[in-house]
């Protein structure tokens, strides 16, 4: 029940102005978001290279509706990239980038968002790195796979979410993989979708995300160049896919494992620790309403994880 209240929330005005305003939900946001400033972020880098697990930044903030301030937001991209090209010392793991494509525009229109981003990945190609289109809600989905794949004939160091949640998504991934373009942060999606477009049912995602990992390390995906990266936290999806690895012999560089800042630090580094890639999701920036509420929908119990930890001494 407490699913579809926070999804609600999280793109409440009301609801965002009084609960940002609340100091303690501030702290609270702290779980899942590595600050609000760059430095804070880049700290969080570090701590998690220092353990063998890689990382891809997001500077959080979606539905941007001015279009000065969706250039200001790419500038804040190239920034970012800029910071990471000169502190270095990465070795061989240089930070990736996540991006909301409503954050660069999208809702003014889709040229604006494509110009953005198209200088964002060009600075990252610059300096020997890569960036993820994050997926939002499904109003977006066709925008973003066209531009991705229009900026994809540009530029190699582009990839794009896939959410599993979706009845669409197998013809998705299909597609991209015979365009020779899938490399997909593959997700279970964390919006409030109706049934006429997404499975309703948790079992029915899983058997969906399961299906579509298997397609993306199948012998024909990885022949015209799928690469996957597994962003669940769930075990079973996980079990899953190292036993299609081994059941398949897929190489370990043809896909890893992604997780979200603040959750299941357990899983990472026994994951890590095994051998397999691990990045962690790190997000930072004041904006971090929407996406600390998607967080509390997604796993309601972290409501009360937080609130008994946030009145320890």
């Keep these: ?54 990382a891809t930044m997001d500077h959080l903030g979606e539905n941007v509706y001015n279009e000065a301030d969706t250039r200001r937001a790419a500038d804040e991209y190239v920034e970012l990239l800029e910071r990471i090209h000169q502190e270095g010392g990465w070795n061989g793991h240089i930070p990736h980038c996540s991006v909301k494509l409503t954050q660069l525009g999208l809702d003014i229109g889709p040229d604006l968002a494509e110009e953005n981003l198209e200088r964002v990945v060009a600075k990252a190609q610059e300096i020997g790195t890569f960036v993820r289109i994050d997926m939002e809600s499904s109003d977006y989905t066709d925008a973003t796979l066209e531009i991705y794949r229009r900026l994809r004939s540009r530029y190699d160091n582009l990839g794009v979410v896939i959410q599993a949640y979706l009845y669409r998504s197998e013809r998705d991934v299909r597609q991209l993989i015979e365009e020779g373009i899938a490399n997909i942060r593959l997700c279970k999606g964390a919006y409030k979708e109706p049934p006429t477009i997404a499975f309703p049912k948790k079992a029915d995602v899983n058997t969906n995300f399961v299906n579509l990992m298997e397609l993306l390390l199948s012998r024909e995906a990885l022949e015209k160049g799928a690469y996957l990266a597994v962003a669940t936290h769930d075990e079973k999806m996980i079990a899953a896919t190292r036993a299609w690895e081994a059941a398949h012999q897929v190489p370990r560089d043809r896909f890893e494992f992604q997780m979200l800042h603040g959750i299941r630090r357990d899983l990472q580094e026994k994951l890590a620790a095994e051998g397999y890639t691990v990045r962690i999701y790190i997000p930072y920036g004041t904006e971090w309403y929407p996406y600390f509420m998607r967080r509390l929908a997604e796993r309601p119990a972290n409501v009360w994880f937080i609130v008994s930890n946030l009145f320890r001494r």
């Design 1 to 54: 029940m407490l699913r579809p209240l926070f999804l609600y929330l999280s793109r409440n005005d009301l609801a965002r102005r009084f609960v940002m305003g609340f100091p303690l939900a501030r702290r609270a946001s702290l779980r899942f978001v590595a600050g609000e400033t760059l430095d804070d972020a880049m700290a969080a880098v570090r701590a998690f290279q220092a353990r063998g697990i890689h």
